[in-house]
């Protein structure tokens, strides 16, 4: 009877020991349908029935093995896939370059294209582990320990070590999953067994930062959804901070592409003719910093055609939260002086430089951010087609950015308030402080300044003769 051998491989990607072993096979003259190999974990009865033990003796002066770098490179690869019949292939490979050196350069024969495509879906997973490992920071007493989870589609953890060390050299790091552990402890890599999700400690207050930052950088304009998911595989996503902003993220793009065929397929070119369509559009509106950080946008509110706009710098907290202008603390400031003033703002507008919350995220609360003045030039194309729809006689600028916001340039809102200033289309501006400022001052000064604006807001309600 012709003897089979079953030659064990120690761990699933010992390349190296399966080498070895299939070079003696070779020169043995085992053909590759008398081998198989015992991965680790599968049954004794797995292979053959009738069993022999490993490979046997090199005889002398037996020649030696014949490996292209090319075959060596693509079975370094092949050999880290998950398929159990992978060493079989590798090895029937072999064999036949024993007597067909050229073997490998014939990219149409069945073997070589199978080794070739075990090669290709290793090598996405070693990208793909690169790219996606999340650690989360756990604080300890002396150093900050970094654990990641992650789960690989193939034995590559080993493969990708080096990687990581380099990367992460000054860290000290674990990196769990379900096939092993990695563990560097800022000098030397140890191998671990095999873990659970539920070994890595979940919340970690860095995460709401890269999330912020994901949100930040995401980039609608050159969203190509497919292609996306082909680069970020949805099995990844489980284990990304970021993963579960992309849904909403896909679909404000997809919004913002809507709106743009319903400005007649230009993005900037021609302006909404409704405020409804205006709306919309900011609401899709991603060309600033400000308007990609998840936040909604709010939109104007109140009478149009309106004698008088009032424009503030960009909604804060609350009004994000509610969706309407001037709903906050400092809404509430200008409402009041609004109403002792006799200005009536049903018959008003009212809307705001910037139409997104630029904030920092500090625990759970969400802390104001000036505008900068890019990002308020860039939301003025908005103010403008809103004013133009509005057609106000009167626009009351509140603080810095609102005034910018109209000029497009900056001014000293302490030098140029409570005067009237010519606009285009017969219209006048009156710049004045921002009711928020009011908030921050204490009681003193407060009281002045209360005077000053409800002047402000007195002259406009001149101007407006009502
Ligand atoms: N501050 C503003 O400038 N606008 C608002 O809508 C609210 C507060």
Same mark, same amino acid.
């Given at each position: 009877m012709t003897a089979l051998y079953r030659v064990p491989i120690a761990a699933h990607d010992d390349f190296e020991g399966w080498r070895d072993s299939a070079r003696r096979l070779i020169q043995a003259g085992i053909?590759?349908?008398r081998v198989g190999w015992a991965l680790?974990?599968?049954?004794?009865?797995?292979?053959?029935?009738?069993e022999v033990g490993p490979p046997p003796p090199t005889p002398a002066g037996t020649p030696p093995v014949r490996a292209s770098r090319g075959y060596i490179e693509l079975a370094q690869s092949a050999a880290l896939h998950a398929d159990p019949a992978r060493f079989d292939l590798l090895y029937r490979v072999l064999w036949r370059l024993q007597s067909a050196p050229r073997l490998m350069e014939d990219r149409a024969d069945p073997d070589v294209r199978a080794m070739d495509a075990l090669a290709r879906v290793v090598r996405r997973d070693i990208h793909k582990m690169r790219a996606f490992v999340r650690f989360r920071v756990i604080e300890c007493p002396e150093v900050d320990q970094y654990v990641a989870w992650f789960e690989p589609g193939h034995h590559i953890l080993a493969a990708n070590a080096g990687f990581f060390v380099r990367r992460f050299a000054a860290m000290r790091w674990s990196i769990l999953t379900p096939l092993g552990a990695l563990h560097w402890d800022g000098e030397v890599l140890h191998q671990g067994p095999p873990a659970n999700r539920s070994d890595v400690p979940g919340g970690d207050p860095a995460e709401d930062l890269w999330r912020t930052y994901y949100a930040a950088i995401f980039n609608p304009a050159r969203l190509k959804v497919d292609a996306m998911v082909k680069e970020?595989?949805?099995?990844?996503?489980?284990?990304?901070?970021? #993963?579960?902003l992309i849904p909403e993220l896909i679909a404000q793009a997809q919004a913002r592409e809507a709106s743009m065929i319903a400005l007649g397929g230009e993005e900037m070119g021609r302006p909404p003719e409704t405020l409804a369509a205006l709306n919309d559009a900011v609401s899709a509106c991603r060309r600033c910093a400000i308007g990609c950080n998840g936040t909604r946008a709010v939109p104007g509110e109140g009478?149009?055609? #309106?004698a008088l706009m009032i424009v503030g710098e960009q909604p804060g907290d609350t009004e994000e939260r509610t969706g309407r202008p001037f709903v906050g603390p400092a809404g509430q400031v200008l409402r009041d002086h609004a109403r002792r003033a006799g200005i009536?703002?049903?018959?008003a507008r009212l809307t705001n430089a910037v139409r997104h919350f630029r904030h920092t995220q500090q625990g759970k609360r969400r802390l104001h951010q000036t505008p900068q003045a890019r990002e308020i030039d860039t939301c003025r194309w908005w103010l403008d087609a809103e004013r133009a729809l509005v057609r106000p006689r009167l626009i009351v600028a509140l603080g810095a950015s609102a005034a910018r916001g109209i000029l497009g340039r900056t001014v000293g809102v302490q030098q140029e308030r409570g005067k009237l200033l010519p606009l285009d289309h017969g219209a006048q501006l009156l710049i004045t402080t921002h009711p928020s400022y009011l908030l921050r001052l204490g009681d003193t000064t407060r009281a002045e300044e209360e005077v000053r604006f409800a002047a402000d807001l007195a002259l406009a309600k001149r101007h407006l003769g009502e």
């Amino acid at each position: 009877m012709t003897a089979l051998y079953r030659v064990p491989i120690a761990a699933h990607d010992d390349f190296e020991g399966w080498r070895d072993s299939a070079r003696r096979l070779i020169q043995a003259g085992i053909a590759p349908d008398r081998v198989g190999w015992a991965l680790p974990g599968a049954a004794a009865g797995d292979l053959f029935d009738a069993e022999v033990g490993p490979p046997p003796p090199t005889p002398a002066g037996t020649p030696p093995v014949r490996a292209s770098r090319g075959y060596i490179e693509l079975a370094q690869s092949a050999a880290l896939h998950a398929d159990p019949a992978r060493f079989d292939l590798l090895y029937r490979v072999l064999w036949r370059l024993q007597s067909a050196p050229r073997l490998m350069e014939d990219r149409a024969d069945p073997d070589v294209r199978a080794m070739d495509a075990l090669a290709r879906v290793v090598r996405r997973d070693i990208h793909k582990m690169r790219a996606f490992v999340r650690f989360r920071v756990i604080e300890c007493p002396e150093v900050d320990q970094y654990v990641a989870w992650f789960e690989p589609g193939h034995h590559i953890l080993a493969a990708n070590a080096g990687f990581f060390v380099r990367r992460f050299a000054a860290m000290r790091w674990s990196i769990l999953t379900p096939l092993g552990a990695l563990h560097w402890d800022g000098e030397v890599l140890h191998q671990g067994p095999p873990a659970n999700r539920s070994d890595v400690p979940g919340g970690d207050p860095a995460e709401d930062l890269w999330r912020t930052y994901y949100a930040a950088i995401f980039n609608p304009a050159r969203l190509k959804v497919d292609a996306m998911v082909k680069e970020m595989p949805r099995r990844y996503w489980k284990n990304l901070p970021e #993963a579960d902003l992309i849904p909403e993220l896909i679909a404000q793009a997809q919004a913002r592409e809507a709106s743009m065929i319903a400005l007649g397929g230009e993005e900037m070119g021609r302006p909404p003719e409704t405020l409804a369509a205006l709306n919309d559009a900011v609401s899709a509106c991603r060309r600033c910093a400000i308007g990609c950080n998840g936040t909604r946008a709010v939109p104007g509110e109140g009478a149009s055609p #309106a004698a008088l706009m009032i424009v503030g710098e960009q909604p804060g907290d609350t009004e994000e939260r509610t969706g309407r202008p001037f709903v906050g603390p400092a809404g509430q400031v200008l409402r009041d002086h609004a109403r002792r003033a006799g200005i009536d703002l049903a018959t008003a507008r009212l809307t705001n430089a910037v139409r997104h919350f630029r904030h920092t995220q500090q625990g759970k609360r969400r802390l104001h951010q000036t505008p900068q003045a890019r990002e308020i030039d860039t939301c003025r194309w908005w103010l403008d087609a809103e004013r133009a729809l509005v057609r106000p006689r009167l626009i009351v600028a509140l603080g810095a950015s609102a005034a910018r916001g109209i000029l497009g340039r900056t001014v000293g809102v302490q030098q140029e308030r409570g005067k009237l200033l010519p606009l285009d289309h017969g219209a006048q501006l009156l710049i004045t402080t921002h009711p928020s400022y009011l908030l921050r001052l204490g009681d003193t000064t407060r009281a002045e300044e209360e005077v000053r604006f409800a002047a402000d807001l007195a002259l406009a309600k001149r101007h407006l003769g009502e």
